[in-house]
């Protein structure tokens, strides 16, 4: 993981920390190339998560938005599960 990444995730995690009591309420944000399969992949990764999933593709299709709600324990919880996302899922943005 790069530099630039390891302090995404800790200015997250103190974010996270300063900003909400846990367990919370946490939305995540997807944007990836349509492709169906991604879903399913997110599906997975959140599947002990109880999550809410609202999906929306563009206009022309090309592009897929993903938003993901779960109630985490903690922040250590919502920056293992961006994680597993941007490992398994190529060229997604995550919001």
């Keep these: 993981m790069g530099t630039e990444n390891k ?25 990836y190339s349509s492709n169906p399969e991604n879903i399913e992949i997110l599906k997975d990764i959140f599947k002990t998560s109880n999550a809410d999933f609202k999906v929306k593709t563009s ?3 090309k592009y897929t938005s993903v938003s993901v709600k779960i109630i985490a324990k903690n922040p ?9 996302v941007a490992d398994k899922i190529e060229n997604i943005i995550l919001l």
């Excluded at 800790?10 to 300063?18: C, G, R």
Aim: charged residues 30%.
């Design 7 to 31: 302090n995404f995730y800790k200015n997250l995690k103190q974010l996270l920390d300063d900003t909400s009591s846990w367990p919370s309420e946490y939305i995540y944000k997807f944007i």
């Design 59 to 61: 206009k022309n299709d």
């Design 76 to 84: 250590d919880l919502i920056i293992e599960n961006y994680k597993k």
